[in-house]
Structures are given as structure tokens and as C-alpha cells.
């Protein structure tokens, strides 16, 4: 039986989970975008569906050794859909963490806008926030 590879771009470059993915017994799931669409656009590629399903199958074979083709695949142009951080975030950041505190309100800043666009970030950044605003860590 074939497996089916669903491509979604405009996220994560590569393939970020592939040794789950490659154990799987759901279909995987090729996630392609960040610098490398931005690179296909500014030369003037057309982004079609035939490409990103032969970029797709090419990153399965590579790097899940994924080399028999998918039953059939469905790809979906999801751009601007993960948090890609401008030149000047930290500092940013920095200074807006340093305003709170300065003037002493009573906000957190929590979530993927801020300390990193992974699910585990954002939890993280949430029992952070949660920490600061109640004062102590939570029992274990």
C-alpha cells in the first residue's frame, strides 16, 4: 500500500520530525517553507502544486528513506502561517520587557510572537508568564 505525503508550505524548512514521521501509521506529513519558498520566490518560480509535491517526495527519499512514490498527495500554500522573527527582535523584546517592569504593570508577554514558534516555546513561554504574574513556581 502506497503512503500518502501532505505538503504544507510556508512553515518549517525540511523535515522536523522525521524519525516520529518515518515510525508513523498515519500518512507523513512534509511541512517545506521559510527561506526556501521565499528563495523559489524572489527568483520568479511559479508555485505549483506538481512542485511542491516533487520537492516533498524528494525530502521523504532523502531524508526518511521514503523512496516508493505516495498513493496520492494533496498539497495546500498555507504563506505566512508560522512567525518568522525581523532583524531586531531581542532587542525589541528587550526593551518593551524592560518598559513593563520599569512602569510596574501588570502584563506578561506569552506565546509565539515573542520567545520561539515551537509548541514546547509556547508552553514554555505561558508557565513563565504564569510564573511572573503569581509570583512562584508551581508545585510539582
Same mark, same amino acid.
Given at each position: ?12 524548512s525540511g523535515l522536523a520530525a522525521s524519525y516520529h514521521l518515518s515510525r508513523a501509521p498515519c500518512p507523513p ?19 505549483? *502544486?506538481? /512542485?511542491?509535491?516533487? !520537492?516533498?517526495?524528494? @525530502? =521523504? ?9 505516495? $498513493? ?18 531581542? *532587542?525589541? /523584546?528587550?526593551?518593551? !520587557?524592560?518598559?513593563? @517592569? =520599569? ?9 509565539? $510572537? ?27
Open positions: 500500500m502506497g503512503r500518502t505525503v501532505v505538503v504544507l508550505g510556508g512553515g518549517i506529513k512534509v511541512m517545506l517553507g521559510g527561506s526556501w519558498l521565499q528563495t523559489l520566490e524572489a527568483s520568479g518560480c511559479v508555485l505549483s *502544486q506538481e /512542485l511542491f509535491q516533487q !520537492r516533498a517526495q524528494e @525530502a =521523504a527519499a532523502t531524508q526518511l528513506g521514503l523512496k516508493e512514490l505516495p $498513493s496520492h498527495c494533496l498539497v495546500h500554500l498555507h504563506k505566512n502561517c508560522i512567525p518568522q522573527y525581523t532583524l531586531g527582535h531581542w *532587542q525589541k /523584546l528587550e526593551s518593551a !520587557r524592560q518598559f513593563l @517592569a =520599569a512602569h510596574r504593570l501588570p502584563l506578561a508577554l506569552a506565546g509565539a $510572537s515573542y520567545e520561539g514558534v515551537a509548541v514546547n516555546d509556547c508552553i514554555e513561554s505561558g508557565r513563565q508568564a504564569a510564573v511572573s504574574v503569581v509570583g512562584t513556581e508551581p508545585n510539582s
